[in-house]
């Protein structure tokens, strides 16, 4: 039996009839950027998410970029970020001028550890930007007050979240905003690339919209030195077409993670403890094992999909080390980054799969 770690085309096969009938929309419509599409996905997905304003950009890297940027984060900034997370997080900080300070994680959730956002704000501290990793919320009322203690701006990552809440709020409650990918392999998925930021704060997503298309209020008259950031018509038209189901396959991804919790509990790899608080949606489902990397290659003999996110933390990467990053400051990110392993979550798994990686798994670590 083969278990891929994603399979598109299943998910494919579920809604190409909608996904091509939103395409010849946009053919039919010869409005190619933003426009009636992109503002339809806005005001959908920001309902589903609970906020009230979505800004449909070029992708998720994007929506990090177009929210320093419309915050006014910029040279002699520092922003804190987790060090494990995608790249993108802090890339976007370095592309906003700003210097990105890395914090570690917590053990249990693999998200930012407040008590280390609060070690690390300086009087050059204008934002913070928590993940909510793997799908599940990073611990936003705690930040959220050490935030307006300080003065900063707080990005909520979502890209690996869409459709998480915690304490029963939505993306973009605690946070002054909230950023989206619909990158292919995301809980949402574009036939290309796609994000968007979310807000409950009008004037801000006023900004935003302006920031994502240069700066532009009347045609050719430039408020504000923005950038090229707008979301494709026919990306917005294909997301709109697979939103009806965002809900279903969120839940079916919960599902596969309880199956795999029941039976890998109690054996010597450790199932990836959930927050209480946070309604996950398990973009990932990701185990620590102490022999990871045998254990992966055990499973791809097996025909198993597997995934390492992420092997290098952000403060080790080579792009970074004029910023004076050492191995041992952030210990939990770094034993994390040797001990990960995600395994296959897709809503279109079987039982029978997730039984065959239960067993390829209990069979490699003895239970
Ligand atoms: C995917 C992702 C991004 C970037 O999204 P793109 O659409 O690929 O630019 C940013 N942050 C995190 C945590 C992600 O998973």
Redesign the pocket.
Known sequence: MNVPLLDLAAQFHSVESEVRAAIERVLQSRIYILGPEAEALERELAAICGARFGVGVS????A?LTSLMALGVGPGDEVIVPTF??F??AGCVARAGARPVFVDILPETFNIDPDAVAAAVTPRTRAVIP?H?YGQCADMPRIRAIADRHHLAVVE?A??AVGATFDGRGLAHWGHCATL???PT?NLSAIG?A?MVLTNDEQLAEKLRCIRNHGQGRQYEHHLIGGNFRIAAIQAAALRAKLPKLEEWNAARRRRAARYDRVLAGSAVTPPPADPRCVHVYHQYTIRCDRRDALRARLTEAGIGSGIYYPLPLHLQPCFAHLGGRAGMCPVAERACAEVLSLPVFPELSEFQIDHVCETILDFVGS
């Open positions: 992708n998720g890297s994007d990090i997370t995608f993108a997080t993940v990793l990552d890209c690996q990918s619909f990158y995301k690339e994000g």
